[in-house]
C-alpha cells in the first residue's frame, strides 16, 4: 500500500513529495521499532492513602518476611514472578508502544543536537507527528487474557522462556519494597545505558531483539528504492519494573514493565529522494507492559486475535 502511494507521490508536487517523505521515513524507523524493543510496563499508582477504622487493626505477619536490601527484595521477586510460569494463574495482559510527540526529530546527519533543523526538512518534522498516530493505530496497543492453567510463556516476559526474571544485584540501579496493608509493593529501577551499551541486564527481564537481527529484516528492503536505511543506534532510559504482592499469600496481583528506548536511524535518500542525502531520524520508543494477575478463578477469555507476534 504505502509503496504505491509513494510511486504515485513521485508524479506529484514538491508539497506532495515532502509530505510522503516524512510517511516514508517514519514508518520505515516503526518498522524497525516494531522488532525493538519489546517490552516495558504500564505505569500504576499505588494507592497509599491511609484508611481510617473504629476498629483496632489486627497486624498478620507475612508469609515471607524480606529485609528491605535491594538483594534480599531482587530474590524474593525473582521466586515469585518466576513461579508464574509455572503456577499458570489466570491473567489480563496489555502491551503498549508510544513515541512522544516531542522526541521526534529528522535531521540532516551530523546536525542531531543542533537547536535549529534545516529548512528543506522542516515539512517533514511538522508532518511526523500525524504519521507516527497513523502507525501507532495499528501497533500501539495489544491486549487480552490467558485462561488458567494455559502456557503463559509467550505472554509473560521474557517471552518464550521458561522464566520470567534472571536479575542480579549488580544488573540493576536499586530495588526497594513497601509494605501497606497485606500487600507488599516493589519497584526495581535500572541504570541508564548510554548509546550502544552493553544491556545484558535488561535482556534478563525485558525483550529485546538482537541489532544484526534487525538490521537484516527484509521489511527495509521494500523502500531501498526511496529511503535506504543504513544504521542506528539506541540508548535506554528510565526502565523500571513495579509489583504488587499480596505478602500473606506471595502471590502477584500484577505486574509493570517500562522501557525507553532513545532511538537514532541513520537513513540515505534514494531515487527521486536522493536529494534529501543523508538524514537522521531521532525518537524515544516508549515499550509497556501491563500483567493482573487472578490466583482464585478463572478470568472470562476473550478471542486472542490481538496477540503480538
Known amino acids: 500500500m504505502y509503496i504505491d502511494f509513494f510511486r504515485n507521490i513521485e508524479r506529484g508536487n514538491t508539497l506532495m513529495k515532502s509530505k510522503f517523505t516524512v ?14 524493543a519489546s517490552c516495558g510496563s504500564s ?31 531482587l530474590n524474593y521477586f525473582n521466586g ?6 509455572v503456577s499458570k494463574p489466570a491473567m489480563y495482559y496489555r502491551y503498549e508502544k508510544n513515541v512522544p510527540d516531542d522526541s521526534i526529530k529528522v535531521t540532516k546527519a551530523g546536525q542531531e543536537d543542533a537547536e535549529e533543523i534545516d529548512e528543506s526538512l522542516s515539512a517533514i518534522n511538522d508532518g ?8 501507532l493505530t495499528d501497533i500501539g496497543e495489544k491486549s487480552g487474557d490467558i485462561a488458567m492453567g ?3 510463556s509467550e505472554y509473560l516476559l521474557v517471552k518464550g522462556e521458561s522464566w520470567t526474571s534472571k536479575l542480579t544485584v549488580s544488573d540493576i540501579d536499586y530495588a526497594s519494597m513497601k509494605e501497606i496493608g497485606d500487600n507488599y509493593y516493589i519497584e526495581i529501577v535500572f ?5 550502544n551499551g552493553d544491556d545484558s541486564a535488561l535482556r534478563k527481564a525485558f525483550d529485546l531483539r538482537d541489532k544484526d537481527e534487525i538490521l537484516a529484516s527484509d521489511e ?31 502471590e502477584i496481583v500484577n505486574l509493570n514493565y517500562y522501557k525507553a528506548a532513545n532511538v537514532t536511524a541513520y537513513m540515505t535518500g534514494a531515487g527521486t529522494f536522493a536529494d534529501y542525502g543523508d538524514v537522521s531520524v531521532i525518537f524515544t520508543l516508549e515499550d509497556k507492559a501491563y500483567f493482573e494477575i487472578n490466583w482464585e478463578s478463572d478470568l472470562p477469555v476473550s478471542p486472542l486475535e490481538t496477540v503480538a507476534e
Not at 23 to 36: E, G, P, Q, S, T
Not at 128 to 135: E, H, L, R, S
Not at 191 to 195: P, Q, W
Request: hydrophobic letters at 45%; glycine letters at 2%.
Open 23 to 36: 510517511l516514508m521515513a517514519i514508518m520505515l524507523v516503526f518498522a524497525m521499532l516494531v522488532c525493538l
Open 43 to 73: 505505569e500504576t499508582e499505588t494507592d497509599e492513602a491511609e484508611v481510617f477504622t473504629t476498629e483496632e487493626a489486627v497486624y498478620t505477619e507475612s508469609a515471607t518476611p524480606v529485609e528491605n536490601t535491594s538483594e534480599e527484595i
Open 80 to 85: 515469585i514472578v518466576n513461579d508464574l510460569k
Open 128 to 135: 511526523a507527528k500525524g504519521v507516527k498516530d497513523m502507525i
Open 150 to 152: 494455559a502456557d503463559n
Open 191 to 195: 541504570n541508564d545505558i548510554e548509546t
Open 220 to 250: 527495509f528492503a521494500k523502500t531501498a528504492a526511496y529511503l535506504k536505511f543504513n544504521d542506528y543506534d539506541v540508548a535506554y532510559s528510565g526502565c523500571k519494573i513495579t509489583a504488587t504482592v499480596n505478602r500473606l499469600t506471595n
